[in-house]
């Protein structure tokens, strides 16, 4: 099956910074999102990008499909940004989503 | 973006009985749902696939009769966990998507079972 690896596992930034998570993929895909897991569970979708590139305010997006990697770039860091950015990626088999492993982000006020 | 309602949001139950946990989509046809499980400080695992009107698609692993899925309607889909046990113990979350397969994917707010 399709393989998703994220980088890096863990990154703790001070508040303002700017920061890129990576998304690397093993296989072709027809869906690919960005979430962010709070601390109470809850998954809020960052973004829908199979392809191209997406912002929203200051959270940004890029996939390249062709060389199977995502960005997700998070910009003037706030502690409300704190928590688990997962990629996950839909193969071509039945729509189901496979999850990395998440990036674990802390922001220091 | 589209809702998906989960309940419980948290359920404690003893050894041995049985939990059900639904997952809805308030506002869109899903004739496809997906659970998924996330224990401590790992990521999500997909346990299986509800296809309504027909049997679910379980992961490898996973156990069918364990943990049964019905998917009666287009937008309800329900997980019972049978005969519970403490290694059990999880974060349970649904997700659905609307009708067709390239559409984004949207979660419930997940349900924390803990077996005593």
């Known amino acids: 099956g399709i393989q998703v690896e994220q980088s890096p596992p863990d990154l703790i930034l001070q508040e303002g910074a700017n920061s890129t998570l990576r998304c690397n993929f093993s296989?072709?895909?027809?869906?690919l999102q960005w979430f962010h897991q709070n601390p109470w569970g809850q998954l809020i979708n960052l973004f829908y990008?199979?392809?191209g590139t997406k912002q929203n305010g200051r959270l940004s997006a890029t996939t390249v499909a062709t060389e199977r990697y995502s960005l997700l770039y998070i910009s003037s860091s706030q502690t409300t940004d704190s928590g688990v950015y997962f990629c996950?990626?839909?193969?071509?088999?039945?729509?189901?989503?496979?999850f990395g492993q998440g990036t674990e982000l802390s922001v220091k006020p | 973006g589209a809702v998906v309602s989960q309940h419980p949001s948290r359920v404690i139950c003893k050894s041995g009985t049985s939990v059900k946990i639904e997952c809805r989509s308030l506002?869109?046809?899903?004739?496809?749902m997906f659970w998924y499980r996330q224990f401590p400080k790992q990521s999500l695992m997909l346990m299986a696939t509800?296809?309504?009107?027909?049997?679910?698609?379980?992961e490898q692993g996973v156990e069918k009769d364990k943990f049964l899925i019905n998917h009666a309607s287009l937008t309800l889909s329900t997980l019972t966990v049978t005969s519970a046990h403490p290694e059990d113990s999880s974060f349970y979350i649904c997700?659905?998507?609307?009708?067709?397969?390239?559409?984004?994917?949207?979660f419930g707010q997940g349900t924390r079972l803990t077996v005593v």
């Open positions: 997700s659905a998507r609307a009708l067709g397969q390239n559409t984004e994917a949207f």
């Open positions: 296989d072709s895909v027809n869906n």
């Open positions: 990008i199979p392809s």
């Open positions: 996950a990626v839909s193969d071509n088999q039945g729509g189901k989503l496979i």
């Open positions: 506002d869109f046809q899903a004739t496809t």
């Open positions: 509800s296809n309504e009107g027909s049997k679910a698609t379980y």
